[in-house]
């Protein structure tokens, strides 16, 4: 039988776009993030997350991101470096009133600058929230 949080866990991997066999690249780990969520993506993928010196093409990076890690244009240009081209990154951030909370204008001016487009935001687990960044819609897509 599978624990309630156990399920919560379970589908928020699925909330995130992660499909089984998925290559999930995680970049960031402390010991603040959130070992229950990690935990969830990994059974819900079959594997382990990948760190950040792996070198095979990635389906979705999760970029655990705090107020003191440094440029966050660096570390998504670096994130995406790997991604395939129809790839996510997922910046988590620690949610308000958390240490290390980032505000989302920060995480908003940072995207264009990588050419990526933001599309939705989620609670991910009690201390962290996901936004969602996409490779943009080209514009021959778009008509």
Known sequence: MVAAGDAEYSSVAERLGIKPDMVVQEIGWDE?????????????????????????????????????????????????????????IWVLTPKTGQPGHVEPSEIAEAVPTVGLAQTSNISVGPNWAGTKLVPPKSKSKQR
């Open 32 to 88: 603040d993030v959130d070992d229950d969520l990690r935990a969830a993506i990994e059974e819900h993928i079959g594997g382990d997350l990948l760190d950040e010196d792996a070198d095979e093409v990635i389906d979705v990076v999760l970029l655990w991101w705090r107020e003191d890690d440094g440029d966050l244009v660096d570390a998504i240009m670096d994130a995406r470096s790997p991604l395939d081209e129809n790839g996510i």
